[in-house]
């Protein structure tokens, strides 16, 4: 019985087998591999309406062609992407100048598998490359576009705007979060008077983007502004009406608020039109000066502290100065400079500040007469170096003042007799910016060089008053 129910299953069971041995090799396998693509670059730079075009060769293994694409754009600072279909990206770009990611994801149909290219595309526009300088027409403020062969734009932002700047212009300010991008979105054209003495303008355009009063939550009364402090993440603090007012970093920087002014610190004090400031971590601080109470001031974003601080050493008492600013310059933490006027006599003033981290700490370090006392004129301009030199102006000469030795030298470059209007250093230490009535000068400030002229443009309207280097 039992024999028999064997013979039974082994019957049953050999159409499995004949199926198996028959279906031995009759797979068809698809050779699996990333495909290989060629014509795609890492980094394309166009210019705002300019056609970008990549056309990459893609080649699948195994020969296979049936392949599709799909692009993605990333515009991170309105929080969307730009979608795009098809072997070949055609676009004509408008992104303006900015950088963005972009990716090509290559889909294998036969075996529905997707490969990911990441790519940088990098924005330009004419405005991109070149200088931008305000300058005083007779008391009227302009704008021009100095371009990296030379040619100067005047009178910009009328052209582009039709409508004038304000009158007395005073700084134009850069917006540019370095944690975010890190590049020049914007800047404020800071004026003393006018219907409205700041604006706002695209970088990319030089298109006004806001006036002033557009820049707070509620409208404002009249405002005066007197000095705008630039800010590493892209917001500016300002000191209009001899308050302070706080750009808010509450949003992400790209929304609608980043950077909106409310009320201004609350306290009992006239700030003179400067600031410096410092910050570790979630600490941050300002120093100001009262320029009725002849005195430097401690705040926070938030809240004002005045003269409450430790005062360590008494070189100086610099809750009662007794003099007016001229002007104050931050090497570090340890060296600060304050240049002061009492009665017509200019004193030179170094000290350290401990205002981070919970610490409330004024030390003096000294307070002498200035060595170039005899040098200033009440438009004189001041610069500080990445070697704590210190540039000023007097007249239509500039000066390099060394603090250690005191030691003063008349810098090279010769103005025509024209009084120096404006001196900025760049970035990297070496090169001084110079600026007189309609010109401005490259002077070289690298080590065993004394400001002979690099670079000389002509044909501005009016002083110079500031510059962006782009």
């Known amino acids: 019985m039992k024999r028999s129910f064997l013979y039974i299953l082994i019957i049953a069971l050999v159409p499995f087998f004949s199926s198996c041995f028959k279906d031995k090799g009759n797979y068809d396998y698809l050779e699996l591999g990333e495909p290989v693509v060629t014509g795609l670059d890492s980094v394309y730079s166009v210019f705002t309406g300019d056609s970008l075009i990549i056309t990459p060769k893609i080649v699948l293994p195994g020969g296979r062609t049936d392949v599709s694409c799909h692009w993605t754009i990333d515009v991170s600072q309105e929080a969307r992407s730009e979608e795009y279909d098809g072997l070949q990206l055609r676009i004509v770009y408008g992104l303006g100048a900015n950088v963005y990611t972009a990716r090509l994801i290559v889909k294998d149909n036969k ?264 040098l200033l004129t009440a438009n004189t301009k001041w610069q500080l170096s990445t070697t704590e030199m210190i540039y000023f102006t007097s007249n239509d000469k500039i000066y390099r003042y060394n603090p250690t030795n005191q030691e003063i030298l008349q810098l090279e470059a010769n103005f025509g007799g024209k009084a120096v209007t404006m001196i900025k250093m760049r970035d990297d230490g070496n090169v001084l910016i110079a600026g007189t009535e309609g010109s401005l000068y490259t002077l070289d400030i690298s080590t065993g060089k004394y400001g002979n002229v690099l670079k000389k443009i002509d044909g501005l309207p009016g002083n110079v008053v500031d510059v962006i280097l782009r």
């Open 111 to 374: 075996l529905d598998v997707k490969y990911y290219y990441n790519f940088i595309i990098t924005g330009k526009t004419e405005f991109t490359s070149g200088t931008v300088v305000l300058t005083d027409d007779a008391g009227q403020g302009k704008l021009s576009f100095v371009k990296p062969d030379g040619t100067v734009q005047t009178d910009l932002y009328h052209a582009i705007n039709g409508e004038s700047l304000g009158t007395g212009p005073m700084q134009l300010i850069p917006l540019r979060n370095i944690s975010y991008m890190n590049i020049i979105t914007a800047y404020w054209i800071v004026c003393a008077g006018g219907t409205s003495p700041a604006v706002q303008v695209n970088s990319d355009n030089l298109r006004r983007t806001k006036y002033l009063k557009d820049n707070f939550y509620s409208t404002p009364g009249d405002l005066k502004p007197s000095y705008f402090q630039k800010l590493v993440n892209g917001t500016t603090t300002a000191i209009m009406n001899e308050r302070m007012y706080v750009g808010t970093t509450e949003t992400a920087p790209f929304g609608t608020y980043f950077g909106f002014f409310s009320s201004p610190v609350a306290g009992n004090y006239n700030l003179a039109p400067q600031l410096l400031w410092g910050n570790a971590g979630s600490y941050f601080y300002y120093l100001g000066f009262d320029k009725v109470k002849k005195c430097f001031l401690r705040f926070d974003p938030n809240t004002f502290y005045g003269t409450d601080y430790i005062q360590e050493d008494s070189l100086f008492n610099p809750k009662d100065l007794k003099m007016d600013l001229l002007d104050m310059e931050k090497f570090s933490e340890n060296s600060l400079y304050a240049f002061c006027d009492s009665l017509g006599q200019t004193y030179e003033l170094k000290f350290a500040l401990n205002f981070l981290e919970g610490n409330s700490r004024f030390k003096t370090t000294y307070k002498r007469k200035f060595k170039g006392d005899s």
